[in-house]
């Protein structure tokens, strides 16, 4: 192998420098994070609003799409897109083709959300499915407005199989559908991280009770969904301190070192790591140790601006930072970051469904 010298920029990086993710060179380090946005038509299949609403943000080095049920027990919300149709497929060909027309990267966020869907959104009215049958507190959002959440069913061993085979054909459509690679949602107490943390999972059998066991679903998860993609297509997003529907752990340390040392021999894309609780603490938890046992690109979220970006990306605790409500406000965040330009502020009230105001509206520079 030729010897290179290395340029200052490859020792101190920062949001501009260019970057390897698995197979795709990025312009830049700034990641669109996934964003939930409830505006998907009812069967869950990409407009031309959506598509014009990531069309707008195909400036960011990496665009992850907001989260996409892998079929229809895995939706909880109403207004979230799906990838288990063709309909769907199609819908979101034609936003991966906007975006590739606009020299984008975008990988598709593949979701169940396990325990906190509803009845009223499950097929034939039945109940959620979770690793045990212990609900979430408080409520949760269907069509007809927010509900109690309910207590799920906890799945039987022999419907493992069939779990993992929604995410692998789930990931197939995304092939179909022209993404760039697909993140495994494993974060923010939907199913997967419902397995992994103790607080939801009290199962006795393989997928229970030791760290290794509660990881056992994500990894043959990761496994299957790698098969289709090749492993350096694929990335996961786990949030060890989210507390988000009602998520604990005993030993969040332990579960997430271990998590991300058992995913190493897969050769993944990227880890994405929602750092704080949802109420924005970062308490207890050494990330720098979780980013150091990880063996490839770390892509940090939650709460940075573009000053703590850069400082976070030349220390070298992460290689790519996502962004998420400044990315609602900003479609061209990129170039408002490149320009030191000011920043639209966001408006929580138009967040969640609706129409185009606070989705496509918001101004990029002139
Ligand atoms: C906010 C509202 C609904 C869903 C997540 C998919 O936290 C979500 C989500 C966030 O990952």
Redesign the pocket.
């Known amino acids: 192998m030729q010897a290179t010298v290395p340029s200052l920029e490859d020792i101190r990086p920062n949001l501009f420098t260019p970057v390897r993710l698995g197979t795709h060179q990025l312009a830049n380090r700034i990641v669109m994070a996934?964003l939930?946005r409830n505006r998907v038509g009812k069967e869950g299949v990409p407009q031309a609003m959506n598509i014009e609403y990531y069309r707008q943000r195909a400036g960011a080095g990496l665009i992850v799409t907001e989260?996409s049920q892998i079929s229809p027990q895995g939706q909880g919300?109403p207004g979230t897109p799906g990838i288990h149709s063709p309909e769907q497929v199609a819908g979101w060909r034609r936003v991966t083709d906007t975006v590739h027309g606009q020299d984008g990267r975008i990988f598709l966020q593949l979701w169940h959300v396990g325990r906190v869907s509803h009845p009223s959104l499950q097929p034939d009215g039945a109940l959620p499915v979770a690793p045990s049958a212990i609900p979430a507190e408080g409520e949760g959002m269907t069509l007809e407005g927010p509900k109690p959440f309910v207590t799920p069913r906890a799945l039987e061993l022999d419907e493992i199989p069939g779990l993992i085979g929604q995410f692998s054909k789930a990931a197939e459509n995304a092939l179909r559908a022209g993404f760039d690679g697909v993140e495994i949602?494993a974060?923010?107490g939907y199913l997967l991280d419902q397995f992994l943390r103790d607080g939801s999972n009290q199962r006795t059998d393989k997928y229970g009770g030791s760290v290794e066991n509660r990881l056992r679903l994500l990894l043959e998860v990761t496994d299957a969904v790698s098969r289709v993609w090749n492993a350096d297509r694929v990335g996961v997003r786990l949030s060890p301190l989210n507390s988000?529907n009602t998520m604990t752990d005993s030993s969040s340390q332990a579960t997430f070192v271990t998590a991300v040392e058992s995913l190493n021999h897969f050769g993944l894309a990227y880890l994405h790591v929602v750092e704080p609780d949802f109420t924005g603490q970062v308490t207890g938890f050494d990330y720098l140790r979780l980013r150091n046992s990880f063996m490839g690109p770390y892509i940090a979220n939650g709460g940075y601006d573009k000053e703590r970006a850069d400082r976070t990306l030349e220390s070298g605790a992460a290689d790519l930072v996502s962004f998420g409500k400044a990315f609602i406000a900003n479609p061209d965040l990129t170039d408002r970051f490149a320009t030191n330009g000011t920043l639209n502020e966001p408006d929580p009230s138009t967040f969640?469904g609706g129409d185009e105001r606070g989705y496509i509206d918001y101004p990029a520079l002139p």
């Open positions: 996934p939930t989260g919300y949602h974060a923010n988000f969640y």
